[in-house]
Every structure is written in structure tokens, then in C-alpha cells.
């Protein structure tokens, strides 16, 4: 069993910055790929960005490319999504996900994730 903690949403004038971390307890974190999503209202939860689990491969969708960087510490258990350029329409709730896996590519769709956080929400205003 794998326990997520997302933090660092918040309020964010258009063109600012946020930095969204998760934490995750409750097994070895390294061997995971680790995936952010968002869902904003009325919409389905969409893909974000992914990180294999050595770090070192990343996959951004084609609305956040360039804007945001995924990255994670497994010293700290920890996965963070930089996010820069923000425009009202990044406005939504994110969440961070777990899957378990050794292999090198992370998976994209949100049904090959095995654990998720509760979410947090970020709000852009224009």
C-alpha cells in the first residue's frame, strides 16, 4: 500500500508560479513511475507529466510542455511538478499517482496508475 500527499496548490496570477510536491510513504518509492494529472470542473482527470522511476525519463502533454518540469527526489520520497507561464486555463485540481513498475517508460493513462493522492487545487486567475 502506497500513501500520497499533495501540496502546494494554491492561488496564482496568470504568467506566475507554483510548485507542487507529493510525498509518498508505505514502500520502496524508488522502484515507482510517478505521474501528475489534472481535472478541472466538468472535464476528466487529464495527463500532466510523468517521471520513470530512475528520474530519468519525463513525458509532459502537449498543453503543459515547456511550462512545466516534473522531477523527483527518492532520497525524499518525493515528486514535485514546477509549474511556470500559468494561464487560467491550468485552473483544476492535481493529483499525483503511483505505479508500480520497473520498467524505464512511465505509463500516461491514468487507469495503469495503481495509487493516487486526494488532489490539490490549483487556481489561475487571469
Known amino acids: 500500500q502506497v500513501q500520497l500527499v499533495e501540496s502546494g496548490g494554491g492561488l496564482a496570477q496568470a504568467g506566475g508560479s507554483l510548485r507542487l510536491s507529493c510525498v509518498a510513504s508505505?514502500?520502496?518509492?524508488?522502484?515507482?513511475?510517478m505521474g501528475w494529472f489534472r481535472q478541472g470542473p466538468g472535464k476528466e482527470r487529464e495527463f500532466v507529466a510523468a517521471?520513470?522511476?530512475?528520474?530519468?525519463?519525463?513525458y509532459y502533454s502537449d498543453a503543459v510542455e515547456d511550462r512545466f518540469t516534473i522531477s523527483r527526489d527518492n532520497t525524499k520520497n518525493t515528486v514535485y511538478l514546477q509549474m511556470n507561464s500559468l494561464k487560467p486555463e491550468d485552473s483544476a485540481v492535481y493529483y499525483c499517482?503511483?505505479?508500480?513498475?520497473?520498467?524505464?517508460?512511465?505509463?500516461?493513462?491514468?487507469?495503469?496508475?495503481?495509487?493516487w493522492g486526494q488532489g490539490t487545487q490549483v487556481t489561475v486567475s487571469s
Open positions: 499517482a503511483v505505479k508500480v513498475t520497473t520498467s524505464l517508460v512511465p505509463p500516461l493513462q491514468p487507469t495503469r496508475y495503481d495509487y
Open positions: 508505505g514502500r520502496t518509492f524508488s522502484r515507482t513511475a
Open positions: 517521471i520513470s522511476w530512475s528520474g530519468g525519463r519525463t
